[in-house]
């Protein structure tokens, strides 16, 4: 089983980050994927997902601003960000659109929106 995030970094709010995510075949093959996020603090919340013919759906606090894609050829999963707020600061994780707490999430990978 893999799940690799990666990507994330130190931003200045109005700034940008790619996030990417490795996932094992397993996982991926003919799944929705999903990127999850979790703040200090808080509970781990649902960003974007995406269905492997690529319709994809957004939380209302990030629509606009990401965009969620997929190469299935790849098995990768791309997050897009822009126009970061300080409120996006998290740890950010890649999964299927149905993983529960139970199941296996990787590392994450942290973006942090500072000035």
């Known amino acids: 089983v893999q799940l690799q995030a990666s990507g994330g970094g130190l931003v200045q709010p109005g700034g940008s980050l790619r996030l990417s995510c490795a996932a094992s075949?397993?996982?991926?093959?003919?799944?929705?994927m999903a990127w999850y996020r979790q703040a200090p603090g808080k509970r781990r919340e649902l960003v974007a997902g995406?269905?492997?013919?690529?319709?994809?759906a957004y939380a209302d606090s990030v629509k606009g601003r990401f965009s969620i894609s997929r190469d299935n050829a790849k098995n990768m999963v791309y997050l897009q960000m822009n126009s970061l707020k300080s409120e996006d600061t998290a740890v950010y994780y890649c999964?299927?659109?149905?993983?529960?707490?139970?199941?296996?999430w990787g590392q994450g990978t942290l973006v942090t929106v500072s000035s």
């Open positions: 075949g397993s996982i991926f093959s003919s799944r929705a």
């Open positions: 995406i269905t492997r013919g690529g319709s994809t």
């Open positions: 999964n299927t659109n149905v993983a529960t707490s139970q199941d296996y």
